[in-house]
């Protein structure tokens, strides 16, 4: 016949099969044939329309019927061998083979008829024969059966061909070469009659996993990330007709020197240099062997690349046993999928063969490979392993680029899009392999196994993600696409991998330019993406991409970030993190300790500090997560019932998987912001309780609200008068606010320019945390309610945290984090709370700067006085209370709390993972987001420690006593009267009204357990906001709102009451009275203490404080200095204590009682005439009428300044001798004696005794004056301790114990007068302005001095003035010039001696105190601290060492003076041996000059004797001569007297000068040294004194109660 397309006989008795249908159905009765001309005489037409109907309307019947499609025609031609069919050579007739059912086998039925799959029973099976039919043929890439043309030859077969074969399961190959023409017969038989004409070659994969034989990494395609993708992926390699592989995948590779065998070993490991082969224009030329270079690949449009919506469903039509389903969700790939027609590989890129035997992949021999090992912490050292560096391999799309798709290819895939996943680890080959039963039918497909399956639930897979800064658009190609893999060495041999991403570069789009008909709304060219390369017909020319491929080992670094280490080496790194922590905050707390300005720096409390910070934090936050964890296990419920539900009202969209997944979600997040809104209106009920309005309403109302019409419209006023509603609504209004803009702060830190700058921001955000602390401080008014709302960004700057790059950096963040606390509780918010206080006074300060103050009134200016009082009496009780300390504490609550509630924010983000999406914008996978939740829940033992010195060094640097308020705290808790704290209505009024409640709270567990609750609403409310953000749900359009809203409102409701009834509830048999329940104390604190003493509770040291403290309570004087402390505070719990209710129903003499211990409470201590008070001192018995009088009588007249300054001073001196008085009062009563002093007489004799100050045993009313000018005199008129004053009172004070019948009488009331004269002494008064020089030393200095009364003015008028403080008296100066030398020496001595005296005095005194304190130290034992307390002991220890130390001081800076007062005297000695040696040489120039003056005189003498005459006028002459020569001889002698002697006295002068100078240095020395040791020394000396008081005082009492 005629040459047709090639067929199976077969073919021909499936159109019988086929016609023998069609023409009964024509000539049936069908409606669809009705009308038309279908059926002519029993046979169907040849109708178009017919044969259209039969294809369209029927073919499915006929498919079921049937078993295969109906044929289109009719078969035309003669049989011609086929590639498709094989011949069996051993068969007598091979033809009959093609038409097996025929000849069936002798059991079987002529009447069967061919094969149907869907009726086996019905039909004959095809019959086997062995041979080559038996085998299975294979279809071949499409390269081998099109005759593409090439260069000189009709076709682009005459080369060297390669081609690969990818097994999916166990099977046996067989390759035949067949001939198909008979023209070139001769040479098939020439060329293929030798052997050795091909060659084959084994890829074994080896370099994943050597342990494990034919492992490796597989591409895992999943229906839910990929639904249309895998349609070409997983197709037949090749051949016309497109159906699923289940055997080998055949691919044809362009590009020979991927697979030539010169290239690699015998066993396949290493890799060998590579051959002689250059690639030039993408071809391949090899040596001179004369082959052809091999055609590069070139595009193919395949049709089956078509996107099939059923292709998951019905894709593998493979027989599967019984019950397992046809429908794909998954497949596992060998290859990388979407990477097709590439050179070297064809359609499928084996992942083995790309990473172990590509020439651009550099392999390291095993020996010399080295992993990362995961124990050496912080190696830098890079693995030595495999890689493979920018391999580029040339591919070519063969999707359709131009026509329009409703889903996105894979290479328009946006950022952060995942087109597949890879295995981390490989994958064996039996897990990959399809398996079959007994039967012979599949249990498991290939690539479809139940382990692969289990893969999917598991953190086995590596996403293949899109970059997010490379990324691809909707009708856009890219010219490069960049496949980045890093994996992990784990060993010699294994590999892990840990990353995957896909860049996409050169981007181009496939719209047509605008010269080309274009639109140009649609190009890109303003994002930089210009249309692609067209010919002139307007057709994209290149299809082609270059796939670069980078494979490379990590670091340690990175694959800690990368959480690929075991959890041991986390473990160790939180330790690590911790211990760093803890450690810079030793070294705060030493350099604090160090630095330290306090006299006595606190003792530094470890474990008891942490009991009293860290337990009522976690007992409080961990009591409110039982609630919370309670209510959110049933938030699935009700979502999860009604998934069938639309999100809609309007109902006008399909439910498909992703919306009801969506719907979920939402309503999901419904039933958490249902939770998160009742917590935090519970919270506001109880942060601000009913009862306040009680407080409230105490104020009196407005005037528009008060009582006036009647009692109706009254109370109809005090209900709009509801001042705790309106906060309640105030704090919810703000907490809204504050979380709208804490959600902007999580939505910024999602994007990339929080991750570059995370480090920056978190200080920004830190700060911007202290300014909202300001702001909501000025809105809400109360710290308390203030606290959840800054525990929420607290919890929020931890969470943004994880915006960082990587692990790395969030553990930096958490350090960073660490610095900022410290700077904020040490020093910036101390600071801030400062200048705010400090605002009101500076504002006043402006307001006064600018303004005339005097053209003010006097009643202004009286107004301004008073209001600068008030504000600084303010600053003062502010900046001395205990605001400041509180604060710190309310900084430290909430930071801590916030802490605490970490762990539970990350783990609701893990539970939650999806739902929220909130890790997965911060690229935080569910796996890794467990490393994040252990950290913060490991760091918060650490955090403890760092809190408890960080604690202890704001002790040191602020001076506050933390830990003491702590203890108060905790006491106070521990024995509160009601249940609730906030039950109660006793606030300290004395501390700010802001931080009352705070303070009232006891930073107790209560308070913790209140602030968690309404934190954690308010995060569960801004998660179910990100809930409903990112699944697009709409609550408030949803039809199962109300249902979600009830049942979550009734969960919430009955989890509160029954926590409630647990709370209160009371178990007997474990003696659980309830939780929070308060101590019942009945009886008296006697009775409490005597019964513990008699049952023996307690150590002996306990029980013995126990006693003395009984001891102290029964005592009178203990009770009475009590109620002289304590009495403003009695007062204010007066009302507490004797509630109004109880008044009202008492009788009318119980209630006057009442106001009588009122009114004594009131004058307690006021105006009673004690025994010893001083006659000169009115009490305030005195009559009011005369007190009036004598105002009235008071001179009226304006005071000068100078009298006004007198008034002040006098003022200040009186109240200081009172304030001094009264804390002496009760020495001087303990010093009564039992007898009096005078006359022996006893208590029982005398009507009384009385103790008073006495001097030389008698009394004195002035040795109390005296004793405070002693005490002025020593420690300075400034000094005000009154413990010290105390001190100072009982070491020198003397006492004297009066009768009243001796106190009447003269001997015992006699007084000490007190102008009496005395001589002045020289130990009475020093002065540094005369010399101390060695010449004054030795003048004898009598202790008693007679002088004139020249000199007594002298003195008297100097002491004056050394006396009035003034620095350079010109008195004393023109008085001291006046004086004699005589008089001079004689004060400068007495001057001396009194100095000399001083220092020997102090010395004395000194050595004493010294001597005394280490005498009471010596006799305090260890074993006796339960009685001394071993502070008090060490405390003497220490003293007794600073006072070796100042000793030691002292000693070094003596040998210092001497040293230098020995150079002094060494050069004041040179300098009198010069003078001495300058006055003996003058001397005799002096003699020497007198003896020429007398020669000369002789000389004269003897020339008028010669000359002489004995006549009497010239003897008379020569008389006279003579005479005028001996008076020039005497002038002569006396000027050379006394120039010598002003000579002599020049250097006289100028040794005195040096003995001034040397005497000044000396003194000057001495000063220095003196001031040196003034301040330590004053310092040693007054807490010496205290100590030695309370010491002797607590050894009087142990030992003496030890002798009774």
Known sequence: GSVGAPYDCSLGDRWEEYEQWANALCCSTDPSFQGINACVDGVCTKDDHVHSILQKSFGDTFRQAYGFDPPQAAPQGSFIMDAVLQ??????????????????????????????????????????????????????????????????????KHQHDQFTISALSSVELTVVVELLHGQYYPDFDEYFSTYDRSRLRVHTPRRSDDAVERATWMAILDKDVSPGAASKSAND???????????????????????????????????????????????????????????????????????????WEKGDETTLAQGLPHEMSFIALPYLPFFSNCEGYDSHISISRLLEEHSGCTIVPYEDTRGASQYRLFNRAPPISDYCQDVDIRCSYEEDLVASRQRYRWYESGKDEVL??????????????????????????????????????????????????????????????????EYYQVNKGKKRLVDASLKFDELCTTFKPKNFGGNADLLMASRGIEPCDVNIDGEIVDVGYTLRVNFHALTWHRLLNQFQFNALVYLMLYI???????????ILWGGSRVMTKLRYPPKFHCLETLRLVAGPALSGVSLSLIPVVLCLSTVHLPANSLRGLDGTWMRSTVLDKAKIESNYTGRTGTAILVIGLYMSILGAKVLIPDFQRKRLGERPLPAGLNDTSGEGDGAAARDVWTPAIWRRSHLLWTS?????????????????????????????????????????????????????????????????????????????????ALALIVAKRLFINPTIKRIKTLMPRWKMMLVRRFTRFRQLSDEEKQRQERRWEKANEAIEMQCEGVEPLLDSLGVYSIESTGILLAPLVFSFLMVMYEQTDVATKYGVEKNELRYYLVFVFFMIPWGLGFDVLLVNATELIHGWKIHDYLSYQHYRFANRTYRWMLNSLNVDESISESLQTMDLMCFSSQYYFLTSIFAIGMMLAMFAVQMFTRSQHNFLGDPATPVVVLSMCLVCEGTRRGMTYASIARIGHFEWPGLWATKQLEGTMDDTVAARLAVGVGNQAGLEQERLELQALNSDRFRTRFMERNRPWVLQHLVDLIPAEVIKSMSPDSIEQIRGIHADLNNFGKGLRRPGDRPDIS???????????????????????????????WVQRARKRLALSRVIQGTIENSRASSCSFCARKSHQCKSLAVSLAKDGDRDHYALDELIRSFEDEYGEDEGNLDLWKAFFRTNASFVTTCDICMSSASATRAIPREEVRVTRAVDISSDEDSDSDEDREVPFDAVISVDQRSRDAISLWLNAARSRLPSSAANKVYVKAMEPSQRQIMTNWLNDARRSKVKRDAEKGAEIRRTVAETAARMKPENDWFISSSLREQ????????????????????????????????LSSIKVEAEEELIKMQETQTKELEDAEKEH????????????????????????????????????????????????SILARVADAETNAAAAIRDSEQQAADTLAGPEHEFRNAALLWIERGQRRLRALFGRRDE
Request: proline letters at 5%; a negative charge; glycine letters at 6%.
């Open 87 to 156: 011949e069996a050579r051993g068969h007598p007739a091979p033809l009959e083979l093609f038409n097996e059912w025929k000849d069936g086998p002798a059991w079987s039925n002529d009447t069967l008829k061919p094969h149907n799959v869907n009726h086996a029973t019905e039909s004959t099976p095809w019959r086997k024969e062995s041979g080559c039919c038996q085998c299975q043929p294979h279809p071949m890439p499409s390269y081998f059966g099109e005759a593409v043309k090439d260069s000189m030859f009709p076709d682009n």
């Open 237 to 311: 390699s090749g051949g016309r007709q497109k159906v699923f592989e289940n055997r080998v995948l055949i691919d044809r590779p362009s590009a020979l020197e991927i697979g030539r065998f010169d290239r690699f070993s015998d066993d396949g490991l290493e890799m060998l240099p590579a051959p002689l082969i250059s690639i030039q224009n993408e071809t391949v030329t090899a040596g001179n062997s004369g082959d052809r270079p091999p055609t590069s690949p070139y595009p193919v449009l395949d049709d089956a690349l078509q996107e099939r919506s059923q292709w």
């Open 736 to 816: 809204m606010c504050l979380q709208f803009v804490l959600l902007t702060v999580m939505e910024y830190s999602f994007s990339s320019s929080w991750e570059v700058h995370v480090f920056q921001l978190i200080v920004v955000f830190k700060l911007l945390q202290m300014v909202l602390e300001l702001v909501l401080g000025a809105v809400l008014k109360e710290t308390l309610i203030m606290a959840p709302l800054l525990v929420v960004g607290e919890i929020v700057q931890i969470m943004v945290c994880m915006g960082a790059a990587d692990f790395t950096d969030f553990i930096l963040s958490y350090y960073i």
């Open 576 to 586: 690590i993190v911790g211990a760093i922590a803890l450690a810079l905050a030793g």
């Open 1436 to 1467: 003497g220890v220490a003293l007794v060492q600073q006072g070796k130390q100042l000793d030691s001081q002292r000693a070094s800076l003596n040998h210092a003076i001497g040293a230098e007062v020995e150079a002094i005297t060494a050069n």
């Open 1498 to 1545: 002789g000389r004269h003498v003897r020339e008028i004797q010669m000359i002489g005459s004995p006549e009497e006028e010239v003897g008379k002459d020569t008389a006279n001569e003579r005479d005028r020569l001996e008076r020039k001889l005497s002038g002569r002698k006396d000027e050379i007297r006394l120039r010598h002697q002003r000579q002599q006295e």
């Open 420 to 485: 597949f996943h890879l295995t981390s680890d490989a994958i064996e080959a039996h897990v990959f392999e399809a398996h079959q039963n007994d039967a012979g039918l599949v249990e498991s497909r290939w690539g479809r196994g139940l382990e692969i399956g289990m893969l999917r639930d598991s953190y086995k897979l590596v996403p293949v993600t899109v970059d997010y800064i490379k990324e691809s658009m909707k009708n856009v190609i890219p010219r490069r696409v960049e496949l980045e893999l």
């Open 1179 to 1209: 009490s305030d018995t005195d009559d009011e009428e005369n007190e009036r009088e004598r105002r009235r009588q008071w001179d009226s007249a304006p005071l000068h300044v100078q009298q006004v300054q007198v008034a002040k001073s």
